[in-house]
Nanobody, 122 residues
């Protein structure tokens, strides 16, 4: 199994930037496709972005396309989410997740981190 731990969340002003990190355990990190999701209180978990094992294939939700960038460093077992031009609507708990298949669907992910809070003020 893989253990995932997110960090980097915090309070930022609208228009600001933040970089989230997700540290994965073990040497098998490169075997997993990875994704970022977010969930605000009272709302469904929402897809943000996903990345293939190699890091060469990425996809984003329309709501964050052009503002967020997902990347990974397999040598360091770290997944990143660079968030620029943040909006109040981006406020949410952000989760990283791992799966054996390349997908944007949350139910198909096998492993999840504990989440990190991102709050964007206006």
């Amino acid at each position: 199994q893989v253990q995932l731990v997110e960090s980097g969340g915090g309070l930022v002003q609208a228009g600001g930037s933040l970089r989230l990190s997700c540290v994965a355990s073990g040497r098998t990190f490169s075997n997993y496709n990875m994704g970022w999701f977010r969930q605000a209180p009272g709302k469904e978990r929402e897809f943000v972005g996903r990345i293939s094992r190699s890091g060469l294939n990425t996809r984003y939700a329309d709501s964050v396309k052009g503002r967020f960038t997902i990347s990974r460093d397999n040598a360091k077992n770290v997944l990143y989410l660079q968030m620029n031009s943040l909006k109040p609507e981006d406020t949410s708990v952000y989760y990283c997740a791992a799966t054996g298949i390349l997908t944007t669907q949350a139910p198909l992910y096998d492993y999840w981190g504990q989440g990190t809070q991102v709050t964007v003020s206006s």
